[in-house]
């Protein structure tokens, strides 16, 4: 610079004008881009890295998540059970309310933020391609959905060692609910991430989410249970495949303990069951990068 | 600065969305300095800068973009240039600096680095406290700042600007345009900026492309658009003044004609003879010569000639 009073065009009073200095530094390649972007997704998710008012929703629920796994604690140090009085894999299907909350309310903070403000122009300007920013958006909130499942998992799996209880049977049970867990979150993330990018509006992506979530299972619960009632399980165990948490019941009362209505009762179900919750989720991310990869081409 | 290579070099460049034609067989090299790209609405300069940065695909033609191909090394192009879109793209609920380093780390550079880099770039487009607050609470002036040092963060070898000024106010352009000259004199970064105003791109930049209906009307550096004519402006005064120096200068072989309160004189043959010859006359006829001038274009004018024909 040769003249230093140019660099303040309306006489603001500046100390010193270092001029303008080149970076030399180190440049990451696009993996280093993509964990970096996945890490911040996840901290946005809970609130992190944004306003004190954002971070009050997703921890007030991931409380209430861990609620009853704490009250489960403090019975069994108190009283002393000889068995958890809730399994691992029956955990999320109680919570399964807030868990959709939460899914469908912290979903549109990574997908539907950036198209709402454009800023997806700004990232796609960048050397990550449209498909890689929706993985590492995806694998963020994949990350944020599975610590609110895992969480009570390893809670409770704390408890039932402190409680002195068998630790070969406990751990082969925790084992089974944390892949039961990984796939629900899979199959939440993929659903919640892709309403949310054809959603510029976070209300609206709340909703669908929601109604696709919970009210889904309620229709697929009711047909189940009239079923069940009229003693055609049979249409019941197919209802079941028609909504995230109902396939997660089906799997779940066939690997773990737990009780669900219409049960899938040939090895054939269960794999079918297992099969649409994989493939429901890749198709899902699948839906999210050609999302993206149109987004960028628009 | 005495670089040649050339920043954006495309060839015969087109992109056919069906009905819309958006750019035509362009074909053009831009160098280093500042280049205004100039065009109505719909031009296609917007399709031209997305296509530079590899987003959107052409349909025809080729382009390099500091020496990389647009088709096979898109990553690399966007890693060394900066854009700043014509549209808002910024989150309300995020400060200037969070967003900057954030965006910093996007083009590749490790968290420390970027916020020095953020901090630096912040400083250099005037945002001072500000930058700590949401920009949700921003003028359209400090919004376009933000914008701006996003573009610069990562020390970009090129920036392409879509249209900075939009929506500023005539002190907050003056200011705008006074940052791209900056980036473009003093940081030594390339500078493509896009506006539909020529009259601010013929003040900052160092280069003019027009584009019209997708196709390249003139490409010039800025003083060939703002050259003389090949006409002289003369003024004089006196009694019926105008008329008489008319029928002198006709009489003496030179083609003049009234405009205004001037006399525009065509000088195509030899200039200095005219001079002397404008001197002589007004003397003999007793009038006041006031001014005798260069008539410089504006670039506007290229709109008014018939596409291709310049001068």
């Given at each position: 610079m040769t003249d230093p009073t140019s660099a303040t065009p309306e006489g603001r009073?500046?100390?010193?004008d270092l001029g303008y200095r080149p970076y030399t530094g180190a440049r990451l390649g696009e993996g280093s881009i993509a964990r970096a972007l996945a890490v911040t997704g996840f901290r946005n998710a809970f609130g992190?890295?944004?306003?004190?008012?954002?971070?009050v929703l997703p921890f007030v629920l991931l409380a209430l998540n861990l609620f009853p796994a704490v009250i489960v604690g403090g019975v069994m140090v108190l009283?002393?059970?000889?068995?958890?009085?809730?399994?691992y894999a029956q955990y999320a299907s109680t919570t399964q309310v807030i868990l959709g909350i939460f899914v469908a309310s912290q979903a549109p903070v990574l997908f539907s933020r950036d198209l709402r403000h454009g800023t997806i122009s700004l990232y796609l300007a960048r050397p990550l391609r449209a498909s890689t920013y929706a993985l590492a958006r995806w694998a963020a909130l994949l990350a944020a959905t599975l610590v609110f499942l895992l969480l009570p998992i390893v809670l409770l799996y704390a408890v039932a060692l402190l409680g002195e209880l068998d630790v070969t049977e406990q751990t082969r049970e925790a084992g089974v609910a944390v892949a039961l867990a990984v796939l629900l979150a899979l199959v939440l993330t993929g659903i919640a991430g892709l309403i949310s990018s054809w959603s510029t509006r976070r209300g609206f992506a709340v909703v669908a989410t929601i109604a696709v979530l919970l009210i889904g299972n309620g229709i697929v619960t009711a047909v189940q249970g009239i079923s069940s009632e009229e003693g055609r399980s049979d249409v019941g165990e197919v209802a079941g495949l028609f909504s995230p948490y109902s396939l997660y019941r089906g799997l779940a009362t066939a690997w773990a303990d737990v009780d669900a209505?219409?049960?899938?009762?040939s090895a054939g179900m269960e794999a079918l069951y297992a099969l649409v919750l994989v493939g429901l989720s890749a198709a899902c991310l699948g839906g999210l990068v050609w999302r993206y990869r149109r987004v960028a081409s628009a | 600065m005495t670089v040649v290579a050339a920043v954006v070099r495309t060839v015969g460049l087109t992109k056919d969305y069906g009905p819309v034609l958006?750019?035509?067989?362009l074909t053009l090299e831009i160098g280093p300095g500042i280049t205004g790209l100039v065009g109505a609405?719909?031009?296609?300069k917007s399709t031209f800068l997305k296509i530079l940065l590899g987003l959107v695909e052409p349909t025809g033609g080729r382009a390099e973009v500091l020496g990389h191909d647009i088709a096979a090394e898109g990553g690399a192009i966007r890693a060394r240039v900066g854009y700043l879109p014509e549209h808002d793209c910024l989150?309300?609920?995020?400060?200037a600096s969070d967003f900057t380093v954030h965006l910093a780390m996007m083009s590749g550079l490790p968290r420390v680095a970027a916020r020095e880099r953020a901090a630096e770039v912040l400083r250099h487009v005037g945002?001072?406290?500000?930058?700590?607050?949401?920009?949700?609470?921003?003028?359209t002036g400090m919004r376009q700042k933000a914008k701006l040092a996003q573009a610069l963060a990562h020390d970009p070898q090129l920036v392409l600007l879509d249209?900075?000024?939009?929506?500023?106010?005539p002190a907050a352009r003056d200011e705008m345009l006074g940052l791209v000259q900056r980036i473009g004199r003093d940081f030594g970064i390339a500078v493509i900026v896009t506006s539909h105003l020529l009259g601010e791109l013929e003040r900052v930049s160092d280069h003019v492309v027009v584009l019209d209906g997708g196709q390249l009307l003139r490409a010039s550096r800025t003083d060939e658009f703002l050259d003389a004519t090949g006409s002289l402006l003369v003024e004089v005064l006196g009694d019926d003044a105008q008329r008489r120096m008319l029928e002198a200068l006709a009489a003496a072989g030179v083609s003049a004609a009234a405009r205004g309160g001037m006399l525009s004189i065509d000088?195509?043959?030899?200039?200095g003879d005219v001079h002397d010859l404008i001197r002589d006359t007004a003397g003999d006829l007793g009038l006041g010569l006031v001014r005798i001038q260069a008539d410089h274009r504006r670039i506007e004018d290229v709109f008014a000639e018939p596409a291709g024909g310049a001068r």
């Amino acid at each position: 610079m040769t003249d230093p009073t140019s660099a303040t065009p309306e006489g603001r009073s500046v100390i010193h004008d270092l001029g303008y200095r080149p970076y030399t530094g180190a440049r990451l390649g696009e993996g280093s881009i993509a964990r970096a972007l996945a890490v911040t997704g996840f901290r946005n998710a809970f609130g992190l890295g944004r306003s004190g008012r954002s971070k009050v929703l997703p921890f007030v629920l991931l409380a209430l998540n861990l609620f009853p796994a704490v009250i489960v604690g403090g019975v069994m140090v108190l009283i002393g059970l000889d068995e958890l009085p809730i399994s691992y894999a029956q955990y999320a299907s109680t919570t399964q309310v807030i868990l959709g909350i939460f899914v469908a309310s912290q979903a549109p903070v990574l997908f539907s933020r950036d198209l709402r403000h454009g800023t997806i122009s700004l990232y796609l300007a960048r050397p990550l391609r449209a498909s890689t920013y929706a993985l590492a958006r995806w694998a963020a909130l994949l990350a944020a959905t599975l610590v609110f499942l895992l969480l009570p998992i390893v809670l409770l799996y704390a408890v039932a060692l402190l409680g002195e209880l068998d630790v070969t049977e406990q751990t082969r049970e925790a084992g089974v609910a944390v892949a039961l867990a990984v796939l629900l979150a899979l199959v939440l993330t993929g659903i919640a991430g892709l309403i949310s990018s054809w959603s510029t509006r976070r209300g609206f992506a709340v909703v669908a989410t929601i109604a696709v979530l919970l009210i889904g299972n309620g229709i697929v619960t009711a047909v189940q249970g009239i079923s069940s009632e009229e003693g055609r399980s049979d249409v019941g165990e197919v209802a079941g495949l028609f909504s995230p948490y109902s396939l997660y019941r089906g799997l779940a009362t066939a690997w773990a303990d737990v009780d669900a209505l219409t049960p899938p009762t040939s090895a054939g179900m269960e794999a079918l069951y297992a099969l649409v919750l994989v493939g429901l989720s890749a198709a899902c991310l699948g839906g999210l990068v050609w999302r993206y990869r149109r987004v960028a081409s628009a | 600065m005495t670089v040649v290579a050339a920043v954006v070099r495309t060839v015969g460049l087109t992109k056919d969305y069906g009905p819309v034609l958006a750019l035509d067989a362009l074909t053009l090299e831009i160098g280093p300095g500042i280049t205004g790209l100039v065009g109505a609405n719909g031009a296609g300069k917007s399709t031209f800068l997305k296509i530079l940065l590899g987003l959107v695909e052409p349909t025809g033609g080729r382009a390099e973009v500091l020496g990389h191909d647009i088709a096979a090394e898109g990553g690399a192009i966007r890693a060394r240039v900066g854009y700043l879109p014509e549209h808002d793209c910024l989150p309300p609920d995020v400060s200037a600096s969070d967003f900057t380093v954030h965006l910093a780390m996007m083009s590749g550079l490790p968290r420390v680095a970027a916020r020095e880099r953020a901090a630096e770039v912040l400083r250099h487009v005037g945002l001072a406290e500000e930058r700590y607050r949401p920009m949700g609470g921003y003028s359209t002036g400090m919004r376009q700042k933000a914008k701006l040092a996003q573009a610069l963060a990562h020390d970009p070898q090129l920036v392409l600007l879509d249209e900075p000024t939009n929506g500023l106010d005539p002190a907050a352009r003056d200011e705008m345009l006074g940052l791209v000259q900056r980036i473009g004199r003093d940081f030594g970064i390339a500078v493509i900026v896009t506006s539909h105003l020529l009259g601010e791109l013929e003040r900052v930049s160092d280069h003019v492309v027009v584009l019209d209906g997708g196709q390249l009307l003139r490409a010039s550096r800025t003083d060939e658009f703002l050259d003389a004519t090949g006409s002289l402006l003369v003024e004089v005064l006196g009694d019926d003044a105008q008329r008489r120096m008319l029928e002198a200068l006709a009489a003496a072989g030179v083609s003049a004609a009234a405009r205004g309160g001037m006399l525009s004189i065509d000088v195509t043959d030899g200039a200095g003879d005219v001079h002397d010859l404008i001197r002589d006359t007004a003397g003999d006829l007793g009038l006041g010569l006031v001014r005798i001038q260069a008539d410089h274009r504006r670039i506007e004018d290229v709109f008014a000639e018939p596409a291709g024909g310049a001068r």
